[in-house]
């Protein structure tokens, strides 16, 4: 079956501007999570979508944001791009949200 | 707060022997401890993974093994082969909770 996908692959961004991820989960998961990848911070949870619920929410600013619609696909949006939000950005997705995430391949989002 | 040590950061093995990951986690709620394996250009991928009811999984050449009184996992890859060469990943949470990743190890398997 199609794993987690994630699009773009790629985004280069300017600074003050803002950006919307993708990510579809696979079919029959309806819970989404999304983490940013950073060499000097590794992974950390951004926010966890359930049925279109946000369930969870990690230490990002209000600047991060994320929705999840009723087929279970997720965006995520960065607004006010800061050159410190170069990251990966990954989605994984579960059936329930408890156990058993599968991650896409991510989003590199360079910011200059 | 929640807090997930990893160690080592770097560990190089020849072909065949046994490589050992250890993990230490803060909160002692936490009851689900996966391991992941990312690949350069990919996201981590899942490879094994224990609940906090059982203290040891196996599979195949993958074993994870689990003390909660000491809050310490640690993930065994014997007869390691150099497509295992990668950066392995501990995590821990409590049900519907984030994950909470550790720093990583990279894994150099040598020929």
């Known amino acids: 079956k199609a794993g987690v996908t994630q699009t773009p692959r790629y985004l280069i961004k300017t600074r003050g501007q803002q950006v919307t991820l993708s990510c579809s989960p696979i079919?029959?998961?309806?819970?989404v999570s999304w983490y940013q990848q950073t060499p000097g911070q590794g992974l950390q949870f951004l926010f966890e979508y359930f049925s279109e619920t946000q369930r969870n929410k990690g230490n990002f600013p209000g600047r991060f944001s994320g929705r999840q619609f009723s087929n279970s696909r997720s965006e995520m949006n960065v607004s006010t791009l800061e050159l410190g939000d170069s990251a990966l950005y990954l989605c994984?997705?579960?059936?329930?949200?408890?156990?058993?995430?599968?991650f896409g391949s991510g989003t590199r989002l360079t910011v200059v | 707060g929640e807090n997930v040590e990893q160690h080592p950061s770097t560990l190089s093995v020849q072909e065949g022997d046994s490589a050992v990951i250890k993990c230490t986690y803060s909160d002692s709620a936490s009851n689900y401890f996966p391991w992941y394996k990312q690949e350069l250009g990919k996201g981590p991928q899942l490879i094994i993974d224990i609940r906090s009811n059982v203290g040891e999984k196996k599979d195949q050449r993958i074993a994870v093994t689990l003390n909660k009184t000491a809050k310490h996992f640690s993930l065994h890859i014997t007869e390691t082969q150099p497509e295992d060469s990668a950066v392995y990943f501990c995590a821990a949470s409590y049900d519907t909770d984030k994950l909470i990743f550790g720093t990583g190890t990279r894994l150099q398997v040598f020929p």
């Open positions: 994984a997705s579960s059936v329930t949200g408890d156990y058993g995430y599968t």
């Open positions: 079919s029959g998961h309806r819970s």
